[in-house]
């Protein structure tokens, strides 16, 4: 029996055509309803099949269909597939054992969307305030979205770089922290087991990313520019003479020392009247430590003066009064 061509395969009509060595060409015959339509002939369905003997009985294997499979890549399963069944393992069982466990992996892998929310529900509590766990939902829900759905597993570096790289330029720092977001999720992963090929973390940085994305301090433009000294005084001057409540929460962040967000979230209980204190809770602070700032008499004034005028528990309100500015 001849070996097939490409053409043969191509154009054969219905029938059974060998290749030898078990591998068989299978031309279905052709619709009829194409005919009955008036419409041009169509060629029948062609599929490749391997029949090898198993304990002395013949055996059937589908190899695909063409021109999916085409005859080099036919020829290529069928050897596979023939020196497997010579080992004594039954192609056909070892098909399906492989299956099985594709699938059972599939039910037992979650996604990259349920480990990050796992991951997030497990941590938020720890988390110092409510900015930053809105923060790590949003990031995770809708810059990691590509991710979502993969299992956990099959993430890719290539995967993990379509995800940074539309922002790395825009925006570096959100960039920056989703990366390390992403990290913590699949570090999360493999602690669990999820994740065992032992390869790297693909949004690892240090001898990783860090070969393929420009480092983040090449791309920001460093600090704001700050004011300089001498010219503190007349813009004190300036800001004191402003009557609004965002002035007066500025001179009294600029008095303190304080991050803008503590000074925007002072609540009255945080305030000792008597000895002149203002004490910053640890949910409040960035060091998550109780922080304790002596007023000055002008700072202190302001808190006096706000009080006047007191509307709700923050010291510095905004319109909506359970809000702070």
Partial sequence: ?????????????????????????????????????????????????????????????????????????????????????????????ERRRVADEAAERARVIPTFGAVSDDYIAAHEATWRNAKHRDQWKMTMREYAAPLRAKPVDQVTTADVLGVLKPLWQAKPETASRLRGRIELVLDAARAHGHVTDGSANPARWRGHLDKLLAARSKLTRGHHAALEYAKLPAFMIDLRARDDVSSRCLEFAILTAARSGEALGTRWSEIDEVAKVWTVPPERMKGAREHRVPLSDRAFAILAAMKKAKVSDFAFPSRQRDKPL
């Fill in 1 to 93: 029996m001849g070996k097939l061509t490409a053409r043969k395969v191509e154009t054969a009509g219905p029938g059974k055509y060998g290749d030898g060595d078990g591998l068989w060409l299978i031309v279905s015959p052709p619709p009829k309803r194409a005919e009955a339509e008036g419409k041009a002939p169509a060629k029948g369905a062609r599929k490749w099949v391997l029949r090898y003997m198993r304990e002395g009985k013949a055996r059937e294997m589908g190899l695909g269909g063409f021109p999916a499979v085409s005859l080099a890549n036919a020829r290529e399963r069928a050897l596979a597939e023939r020196r497997q069944a010579k080992s004594g393992v039954d192609p056909i069982a």
